[in-house]
């Protein structure tokens, strides 16, 4: 179970900071608010999720399977973690 773990957070890596810098802008344009910057990231990740690794490196997936993580796995990490990043948001 660690092990999944891990791999999911060497998989986020790529998405998470990109995504949350273009959030953080965002959400500074429509308000500033941190719901706002919540609800950008809930878009932007699986946004970048899509160009990173379907278009750009389609690849890299062979790569995250073989570590025992499927196709579903990874986009249902990057839709949890967007969702637990707009409730740590918007209860702040």
Do not use: D
Request: net charge positive.
């Amino acid at each position: 179970m660690l092990r999944i773990l891990l791999n999911i957070l060497l998989f986020q890596r790529n998405i998470f900071f990109v995504s949350y810098i273009i959030s953080i802008a965002l959400g500074i344009l429509f308000g500033g608010k941190l719901q706002n910057i919540g609800l950008c990231f809930l878009v932007i990740a699986p946004l970048n999720h899509f160009r990173f690794y379907e278009i750009k490196n389609k690849n890299e997936y062979y790569y995250y399977y073989n570590l025992g993580l499927s196709n579903i796995m990874l986009w249902a990490s990057t839709l949890v973690i967007g969702l637990i990043n707009l409730l740590i948001l918007i209860s702040i």
